[in-house]
Structures are given as structure tokens and as C-alpha cells.
């Protein structure tokens, strides 16, 4: 180790690395998530409307209903009439009263059409209260979604610029750190992943909570070279607490 390097402040450099790291870890999950976050909203908002559109279907249905049974009834109407007709004509009692039967019949096929109309009239009062709900809380998820995707929105272009922050101070801190500590640093962050310099505070890895053996404890607070934590790899050094 090169006797100029003053490693307590190299240490120093070292911790504010592993804080920049953390920082641009944390905005990139947060960035990562923003595409899927975007989609969730669309289909949620596609999913809303799609409540509303099948109640107007239904609607539509019922309308379509109505217009059949009504021209059926029109159908029926003449022919009631024509019987009638026929009536005042007939001659024999069993053709008068098989005519009766058929008028009857008749005036009962045209009665039960006007209830099921009546019943597609309720039908349609009731499909259009409710199409109206639907229609008042698509327009209010709408509304939340894009609220949400301008928070989200704004979120991502502010992290990008708070990575653009920690880059540019990740280039200043590390030029401060002399290149093998740096090399170090890199290979040990590859070796142990994510945290590469741990605290040690009364004698404890603060990386993994294991305790540091006593002779290393003391060596560590010399600052003479690196110190590595025998459980997990990280790099070491001591804070008094
Ligand atoms: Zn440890």
C-alpha cells in the first residue's frame, strides 16, 4: 500500500461510493418499475370502460327486445281484427266458437307481449341508472389515472436527474480515491454484491450482524490497510459509537 495514501479519508470516500451506489440502486428499481406501473394503469382504465360498454350492450339488447315484440304486436293486431271479421260472417256454432277461442288466444299472445314489453321498459330504466353509475366512476378512475401517471411520471424524470446527481458525484468522489482502493472496492462490491462497506460498531459487522474477531477489531482502527469482515467480504471499518 502506498504510504501517502491517507487510508481514514480513502475509508471516508469509500462510504460516500457505497451511498451513491445505494442511491442510484434505488432510483433504478423505481424506474425499472415505471413501464409496468404505466400498463397496470392503462389496463385499469381499459377495465373501467369496459364495465360501461358491456351495461350499453346490454342496453342495446334490451332496446333491440322491445322493437321485436312491439312489431309482433302490431303483427297480431290486424289479425285479431280479421278474426273478428270472420266472426260476423260465420254460419255454425262450433266455427263461431272455435273463433272465439282463436281471437282469445290471440288478445292473450298480444297481453303478454305488452307485459314483457312493459318488463323491457324497467329493463332499460334500470340498464340506463346504471350505465350512468358506471359511466360517473369511469370518469373518476380516469381522472386518478392521470393524476397517478403524472405523479409516476414525474417521479421517473426526477429520479433521472437524481441519477444524473449521483453519477457526476460518483465521478468526483471516485477520482479522490487512489485506483487500487477503487479496483478494490469494484471487486469486492462484484464478489459480495449490492452493500460493499460495512460499519463495525462495537465490535459488530454491521453488514451481516457477526462479530469481529478482537485482534481484528483492533486492526481495523489503525486505518494501516483494508480490512475485510471474515463472514461476509465486506470491507470494514470502525465507527465509535
Ligand atoms: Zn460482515
Redesign the pocket.
Known sequence: MNNNIDLREQTENLVKLQSIQSGKKRINAMLSKVDKKFSDLDRELVASRAIVDKKEGDLENQRKKYREIESELNMNAPRIDKSKEKLRAVKNNKEYQSLLKEIEDLKKQSSSMEDNMLECLEQTEKLEAAIKESETEFQSIKEHIQHEKEDVGKAAEKGKLELETLNAEWEQVSAAVAPEILKTFEKTRQLVGGVTI?PVINAV?Q??H?NIPPQLYNDIQRFDSLKY?P??Q?IIYPVVE
Do not use: L
Open positions: 460495512a459487522c453488514g451481516c457477526m469482515c463472514s461476509c465486506r
